[in-house]
C-alpha cells in the first residue's frame, strides 16, 4: 500500500496552478495595455501600473510556489509492504524501514512555521513520527497523502496503537 499524491490527486493542484497562470496573464495584459496611449499620464493610469506590477509578480510568485508543492508532492511517499516500510522524505532520502526496527509510531499535533516575503505565519500540522533506534522519522500531509491512514497501516502490522498526545480535549500543540 503506498501513500503518494499521483495521476487524479494532484489534479485539483494542477487546475489551481492553471489558473493562476491565467491570472497572470490577465494582470499582464492590463499592465501592457494600460501603458498605451503613451501621451495621457495621469495620477490614475500610474497608480494602476504600478499596482498591477505588484500584483502580476506576486501572482508570479505564488503560481511558482505552487508548482513547487506540486514537485514535492511527487517526489516523497510512504509504502507499507511485506518486509517493511519504504518511505522518502524531506532531509531523509529514500530509506527501508524492517518492520523489527520499528519501536512506536506516535502522532503529534504542531504548528510549522511559513515565511513569505514579508511576513511569518503559523500553520497547524498534525505530525506522525515512526519511531526507530535510527531516531525518529516525522511525516505530515504536506509529504504523505493520507498520513493518518499510513499511520494507522503501519500500527496495525506492528499490533500497536498510534500514541496520541496526552491532553485535554487534543490541544496540545508544541
Known amino acids: ?13 494542477y487546475l489551481f496552478a492553471g489558473f493562476l497562470w491565467l491570472l497572470t496573464a490577465a494582470i499582464a ?19 494602476f501600473i504600478v499596482l498591477a506590477g505588484v500584483l502580476g509578480v506576486c501572482a508570479v510568485r ?27 522524505l524531506p532531509g531523509v532520502g529514500e530509506t527501508h524501514i524492517a518492520w523489527g526496527e520499528i519501536q512506536g509510531i506516535a502522532h503529534q499535533k504542531r504548528r510549522a512555521e511559513a515565511r513569505g516575503l514579508s511576513w511569518t505565519w503559523l500553520n497547524r ?39 496520541e498526545p496526552a491532553s485535554a480535549g487534543g490541544r496540545q500543540i508544541s
Open 1 to 13: 500500500m503506498t501513500f503518494q499524491r499521483t495521476g487524479w490527486h494532484l489534479a485539483g493542484w
Open 29 to 47: 495584459a492590463g499592465f501592457v495595455a494600460a501603458w498605451f496611449p503613451l501621451r495621457s499620464w495621469t495620477p490614475g493610469k500610474v497608480l
Open 62 to 88: 505564488t503560481t511558482l510556489v505552487v508548482h513547487s508543492w506540486i514537485r514535492h508532492f511527487e517526489i516523497y511517499f510512504l509504502s507499507v509492504d511485506d518486509s517493511g516500510v519504504q518511505l522518502r
Open 125 to 163: 500540522l498534525d505530525s506522525y513520527i515512526i519511531l526507530t533506534h535510527r531516531g525518529p522519522f516525522n511525516f505530515t500531509v504536506m509529504e504523505v497523502r493520507r498520513p493518518d491512514r499510513a499511520a494507522r497501516a503501519i500500527a496495525e502490522r506492528l499490533g500497536f496503537e498510534v500514541d
